[in-house]
């Protein structure tokens, strides 16, 4: 079960411990667009050469126009995680966060010890993974003025925001702010594997990720994909649209069942049952993965059907498990 | 002229300076080899998905088992000048090299200050890039045993390392040692664009190595090409005895033009030439890239031709130099 409670899209261990191979399997478990851009199908990345230098500029400059940012204050990571973990690294204070939120912050970040007075960060995701509870842009401009007088600073993790820009942080990154915000290719793009995130921060801390970064900090297929999949306003427009209205069918589906989804984020929802490892095991051994959480033994995360046959076989799944509860 | 002193393979900036499109040059400016492993071509990626943490661990292990070294001391990362990177930050130790090296080093770790007495990382690339001069294991052997008891390591860059088994110090890596050993896969295998590359180092070393890299430290491309790539004994042993014929060629026609290639790896040989500034862009002119150095106004390296067409239109830009030199 350990493997479940870590990171979604664990579908080896679902195959070890629930059988079938990952083809069988519906994974519910991860917050990513089951309905990628369909561009990456026609392109070829150049892999035999290194990744080129101007296609990284010119993917940061389309990336950042896409978030609303400084081109000049954004810089392409190995993903979003990679960008926390770097940002712990060269921030090198203790960070804050709500406790119900993406594990990797704990990982990347030390926790503040008992009385300290010192500078933190301050995490915020936003909207919220699980919970998907979405922040506005003025409560967070407020924590950020809290925070940056004591040399504190403010990380924005809008790995799920790309249907949020009206709350987004990202158009507020100045070289005199201590605002930091992370952004992700895979999860609204469909195409996880990847590995492309953003990082917008002022000057100084951008030459050191940099630095540690190197000069080809993506490969061949993230720039290739990345410069044509932001410019691609119509594809971005129309999946901004699409996905609440997925998120709807799938949200009345849990709610036949009894469960109760919350969260503002089209791309999961998390629901609220009385035994929510029973429930992931009954739909385990239906081979639909969804996604627990320690500690929170009435939570689980349900990410989004690609269509209505994975919607059916859920709403399925959840009546057989209804039936015998 | 100084895109073209910080690292090769810059055919962007060649197309700037010289003009054409990237199609038209010959690029002699990298080591990587020319004719890269073909299993890529069939291969396609699982991008939707987050990278498997199983096949991260399988491609670990066929890696290791290459380079006959303990599977549980070998760590995947996103290119070797990325793993030298998070070894300077990690080690967080002054470095020495000698002065004609891979230029990464300077970026990755800080020169010893004057009078520095305190242990330091001594950095061997082998074979060193540019000169191609290959160090026996007993002699970075001896090397070690004169860091360690100081506390201090020794770095062995093997990113071109794979035609030469025998001086590698992959199988010298154990928890007791001080030692860390970099791979690259793009170089050999000719895919320099997945960027994929290895750590060997102690446990305690590889733990706060995977805590800044993260979880999914390569793409799904870097997993599916290197466990196949890795594992293909044939194409590798092939390649291992194809890459010195094809560097002997190479010599032939530049010691023909009264240039004197030295060193022992087979992805690269290093000139000799009175003006290697007025030879650099003389090819440059005939479209051919090759690599100058900053403050070695006399030597100039050149990328191995993929096969006779290109040799020979090398050996016809160099009869022009010649001829109006």
């Known amino acids: 079960m350990n493997a479940f409670l870590t990171h979604g899209g664990?579908?080896?261990?679902?195959?070890?411990?629930?059988?079938?191979?990952?083809?069988?399997?519906?994974?519910?478990?991860?917050?990513?667009?089951?309905c990628p851009w369909p561009g990456a199908e026609a392109i070829r990345p150049a892999w035999r050469t290194l990744p080129d230098v101007r296609t990284l500029r010119r993917l940061e400059?389309?990336?950042?126009?896409?978030?609303?940012?400084?081109?000049?204050?954004?810089?392409?990571v190995p993903g979003s995680e990679a960008g926390l973990r770097a940002l712990g690294c060269i921030l090198g204070l203790p960070a804050r966060h709500v406790p119900l939120t993406y594990g990797t912050y704990a990982k990347a970040f030390a926790s503040p010890p008992p009385g300290h007075s010192g500078p933190t960060v301050l995490i915020v995701t936003n909207p919220n993974n699980p919970d998907g509870r979405l922040h506005q842009r003025d409560h967070l401009a407020s924590a950020l003025e809290q925070q940056q007088p004591g040399g504190g600073w403010l990380v924005a993790d809008e790995a799920f925001a790309d249907c949020h820009p009206e709350?987004?942080?990202?158009?507020?990154?100045?070289?005199?702010?201590?605002?930091?915000?992370?952004?992700?290719?895979?999860?609204?793009?469909?195409?996880?594997?990847?590995?492309?995130?953003?990082?917008?921060?002022?000057?100084?801390?951008?030459?050191?990720?940099?630095?540690?970064?190197?000069?080809?900090?993506v490969c061949s297929a993230a720039l290739a994909f990345g410069v044509e999949a932001y410019a691609d306003a119509r594809w971005i427009a129309a999946t901004r649209a699409r996905l609440p209205e997925r998120a709807a069918r799938l949200d009345a589906v849990l709610e036949r069942h009894g469960l109760r989804p919350t969260g503002a984020c089209p791309l999961f929802r998390l629901a609220t049952v009385p035994d929510a490892a029973g429930l992931f095991a009954s739909l385990a051994n239906a081979q639909i993965l969804t996604r627990p959480f320690a500690h929170y033994p009435r939570l689980l995360r349900f990410g989004l059907p690609a269509d209505d046959a994975q919607l059916a076989r859920l709403d399925a799944a959840l009546a057989l498990w209804s039936a015998h509860g």
């Open 167 to 217: 709350a987004s942080m990202a158009g507020l990154v100045t070289n005199e702010r201590n605002l930091a915000v992370t952004r992700s290719f895979g999860k609204f793009f469909g195409l996880a594997g990847v590995r492309l995130g953003f990082v917008l921060a002022p000057e100084p801390l951008l030459t050191q990720l940099r630095r540690l970064l190197g000069d080809w900090p």
């Open 61 to 76: 400059e389309t990336a950042a126009a896409c978030f609303g940012a400084d081109p000049a204050l954004c810089c392409a």
């Open 10 to 34: 664990r579908l080896d261990e679902a195959c070890t411990h629930f059988g079938g191979d990952p083809a069988d399997w519906l994974d519910l478990s991860t917050g990513i667009n089951p």
